[in-house]
């Protein structure tokens, strides 16, 4: 279906929608950016509205949940028959009903004008985000009386959802091989460039997981990877930033909308994709609830390559500084090869979960750290034999961290040597 002329389905579409969100008291906030209108309360709830030009479509997205409407003969409906505006008028009444704060009168303003959305800033290290969602159910639609809603139950803590089988989703059959991935040709996104970064799925949720990204501020699919429970995978995609979605559950439906009992939850934080800087998006449960869902996003950044050292005639070792800053020492733990970061301020000489595997080191004690200077849980072995350059140790306690990227050299190993420097220079020589 081409636009019509004039683009009147996206004139009539926003129009009659501003028309229904002022003729309400409440303070919600309109932002119209292209094709996509935004609607923001007062506790940063939002909701979007996505029209795709190419086929007028839209997708609806909130807190609850997501859902496409077909455009037709001048109206926008679901696969359940539902229409557009009487299901975004039930989800501004939820939205509503969730936080007292959303149902403050409307102050005096001007007609709200166009604005460019943003993005918040970057985020480049590994956070822990806790997807939190509305505490009240979603509407379910009858099934023999479609369009219609039920009167909603009294609010509970049970995450709200958005359960496909009673959307009358065309459902495929059996659940696709894990890492499938399938892309939505309206959006032309291309995967697995060889210079992309690589994107790995942990799923350590007791369900499958399909993970949905759209365009940044966008709730129209741009492509889909399943990931089945305990399993990983990995796509590789241009550096950008995507929203995500989620969709949990056992019974498959299809790659576009996840499964048909499933749980279509909308992650609050975009996934920032860079150049050259690998991802992990790790899932897990967060409770005993299908939809108890944490994510976590880790950008690792590459590991500078040490300098090769130089050796005076008193057999001091010489090192250059990188051109980060700091120092890198080579060296080994029980002949693995490893690149040290000179640290001192931090206590315990630490290394990353991956390494001590390959190195082998075990009878590893677990230990909370008391010090903002070691952030992450973690463990303390003994290491029998150890080089820093040319100089042999034994005997030396590191601290085995998970959720580093970096083998810090801390005060424990320099104090076994003499250590100074000139300018962009550092020597190292035995006491």
């Known amino acids: 279906m081409t636009e019509s002329p004039g683009n009147e389905p996206r004139s009539a579409l926003f129009a009659r929608i501003r028309q229904m969100v002022d003729a309400r ?56 028959q539902s229409e557009l505006f009487a299901r975004l008028n039930e989800a501004i009444d939820l939205a509503i009903a969730s936080d007292p704060r959303n149902a403050r009168a409307r102050m005096a303003q001007a007609t709200p004008s166009p604005v460019p959305m943003r993005t918040a800033g970057n985020n480049h290290m590994l956070r822990n985000v806790v997807i939190v969602l509305l505490a009240s159910a979603l509407i379910f639609w009858s099934m023999q009386r479609p369009g219609k809603p039920q009167a909603s139950g009294p609010a509970t803590t049970r995450t709200p959802t958005l359960s ?84 949990v559950g056992d019974n498959w439906c299809n790659p576009r909308n996840g499964f048909s009992e499933g749980h279509l939850l ?64 080579p060296g080994s733990i029980d002949d693995t090869p490893i690149v040290f970061m000179l640290d001192t301020d931090s206590p315990v000489t630490s290394v990353s979960s991956s390494l001590a595997r390959q190195a082998g080191i075990r009878n590893c004690k677990a230990v909370q750290p008391p010090a903002a200077n070691t952030p992450a849980a973690g463990c303390i072995a003994l290491v029998p034999h150890m080089k820093l350059g040319r100089f042999a140790l034994e005997n030396i306690t590191v601290a085995v961290l998970p959720d580093t990227e970096t083998n810090l050299l801390g005060t424990n190993v320099l104090r076994n040597f003499q250590v100074s420097q000139h300018d962009s220079q550092l020597l190292i020589g035995r006491r």
Request: glycine content about 8%; aromatic content about 6%.
């Open 25 to 80: 008291s409440e303070d919600i906030r309109q932002h119209l950016d292209g094709n996509a209108l935004r609607l923001e309360f007062a506790d940063k709830q939002r909701i979007l509205i996505n029209l795709d030009a190419r086929t007028n479509n839209v997708w609806l997205a909130a807190r609850t949940g997501g859902i496409e409407f077909i455009h037709h003969a001048g109206t926008w409906r679901a696969h359940d």
């Open 164 to 247: 496909l089988n009673q959307l009358h989703y065309p459902c495929e059959g059996a659940l696709p091989a894990n890492g499938n991935v399938s892309l939505f040709p309206a959006n032309r996104m291309r995967t697995g460039g060889p210079d992309d970064p690589e994107v790995t799925l942990k799923n350590d949720h007791p369900h499958p997981v399909l993970l949905i990204l759209t365009a940044a501020e966008s709730a129209t699919p741009s492509l889909s990877i399943l990931v089945h429970a305990g399993q990983v995978a990995a796509v590789r995609l241009p550096a950008g930033r995507y929203d995500m979605m989620f969709s």
């Open 266 to 329: 909308k992650f609050d934080q975009p996934l920032s994709v860079q150049a050259g800087k690998p991802v992990q998006v790790a899932m897990q449960t967060s409770g005993s609830g299908i939809a108890d869902l944490q994510v976590l996003v880790k950008t690792f950044h590459p590991a500078a390559s040490a300098p090769l050292p130089n050796y005076t005639g008193d057999g001091r070792m010489q090192v250059a500084r990188h051109a980060d800053g700091h120092f890198y020492l």
